[in-house]
């Protein structure tokens, strides 16, 4: 299975070692195809008075020396078309936010770079108008049709967080993983499936409770990987921190979700 693990965002040099420091059972885990996820800029916070992050520069500098010093493969997301090159040339996967899944230029000029694609499902998006966005990638890097072969072969992966009903909640259909992985590998987002967008006032909530009830529920019905954001401190973090486990939490949740998938595997 792939793991995507780490904070929502970068905050210091000294808590982001802390949680990569935290991480290393899953890396070191023959099991897993790990990677570790921060984010330099959050673009699109609720509050403009909410902590974005250190930008690309200072963002990118970070993330090099965790993968310096850890040896980790790395993911990160990007919200401009710009940000793409110096990106890549950093990080394994480069990642499509929910709310730019639709974004042809973003989409496509991630796809030119030689990073793996990683689209997240827009909370408004019908899970099967997502071939479309996968389609843009396969077609840029040479691929003529969204099945889920030609998507391992062009290394595009989808993303499920959920889907808004307003009233500052989410809900995922599992369902939406079937018709999904019929065109592309699919990670779920345990972590951002449970938030409440904008229920913190000014900011987004969240329930940490149901992430690993979901996640157990998703690796049962098929998926690929998982995405869970992780802080060793989920009350004191600067981006969705209710909706955040601690790496304690996410290791407990590992090898449940290892032997549920080598069971999911045997049975399909």
Do not use: W
Not at 130 to 135: G, N, Q
């Amino acid at each position: 299975m792939i793991f995507i693990a780490g904070p929502c965002v970068i905050e210091n040099d000294e808590i982001l070692e802390e949680i990569a420091e935290s991480l290393k059972p899953l890396a070191n885990n023959p099991n897993i195809d790990f990677y570790f996820k921060a984010s330099f800029d959050k673009a699109n916070r609720t509050s403009l008075d909410s902590y974005r992050g250190p930008g690309l520069e200072k963002g990118l500098e970070s993330l090099a020396r965790i993968k310096n010093k850890f040896g980790y493969k790395l993911l990160t997301d990007i919200h401009e078309t710009h940000q793409v090159k110096s990106a890549a040339e950093v990080v394994d996967i480069l990642q499509i936010p929910a709310f730019l899944c639709r974004q042809t230029d973003l989409i496509v000029e991630v796809a030119k770079s030689k990073a793996i694609v990683n689209i997240k499902k827009g909370q408004f998006m019908n899970p099967s108008d997502m071939r479309y966005s996968v389609l843009k990638a396969i077609k840029t890097r040479g691929g003529a049709k969204a099945k889920y072969e030609e998507s391992q072969k062009y290394r595009i992966l989808l993303t499920e967080r959920g889907s808004s009903f307003g009233y500052g909640n989410l809900v995922v259909d599992m369902r939406s993983l079937v018709i999904m992985r019929e065109f592309a590998p699919v990670i779920f987002d345990a972590t951002h499936a449970v938030q409440m967008p904008g229920a913190g006032g000014g900011k987004s909530g969240g329930d940490s409770r149901f992430a690993p009830i979901l996640s157990r529920a998703a690796t049962a019905v098929g998926i690929d990987g998982l995405f869970a954001e992780v802080h060793t401190n989920p009350k004191t973090a600067l981006s969705d921190g209710p909706n955040m486990l601690t790496p304690q939490e996410l290791l407990k949740l590992t090898n449940q979700l290892l032997e549920i998938n080598n069971l999911t595997r045997k049975d399909s």
